[in-house]
């Protein structure tokens, strides 16, 4: 015996002649063949996984929600791959919406800019020739000062819309980055939690191969074709320990 089980079924009798690979008794399998379901069962939860990060991260680079044409994606994860690929267009959208209201504004202020850039070099002359008139005695001191101050209130107006401008394309620079770095984060995570469950699903294969194994063994096969010596001591119902021997066989032959 190779496992631990019972005896559930067990026909020999004393000068019963066997044939090589015949079987000799069946072992109980209710401990294997639950073993060989639950791995089953994971392996089918780790698949359903790895094909629900596969379609997400297609859909995330396809910016579209890639269908299961395999059929083989379980409701469950069929649902938490649309809520995932709903949240994630919702962050991307709100980026590209906070993109789109920037570059308005820096429309409209650079539509501002020149305006106020036109009228600068407006009160630039009006200051040349207040200040040409009053070197002639033509305008006052007042007149000279007023149009300098108004040059220096346009200049003034001017900058500031400049920062404002500049601040608003930081702004959507910072935006544009941060909907790199999201996306390239969603990827990422995607990529780490493929690798992880991949490396689990080896591991299950492993433990597949050990179940099927140990179902095989169930059915207790002679090794050589021989006649039965001695009636074994164990009966239907025994629990017989890894390597004990079930019977006595005395090889056809010899």
Known sequence: STGSPFIQELNLERGQFIKKGETVTILDGT???????????????????ILRLDLKKKSIIGKSLNKDSSRKLDPMNKEILKRQFD?????????????????????????DKKLMSEQLDIKIKIEERKKTLFEKNIASLLDKLGATDQRISANRQLLTTETSIEKLQSQKKST???RKSFLTGELLSISEELSSFKDQLLQLNEELIKNELEKSNLHVKSPVDGVVLNLPTVTVGSLINKGEPIVTLVRAGL
Not at 32 to 42: E, G, M, P, W
Not at 96 to 108: M, N, Q, Y
């Open 31 to 49: 401990v294997v063949n639950a073993n060989l379901k639950i791995t089953k069962d994971k392996i089918n939860t780790i698949n359903n996984k």
């Open 176 to 178: 544009i980055d941060q």
């Open 87 to 111: 949240a994630f267009m919702i962050q991307m959208n709100t980026f590209s919406s906070d993109i789109i209201k920037l570059d308005k504004e820096i429309v409209s202020m650079s539509k």
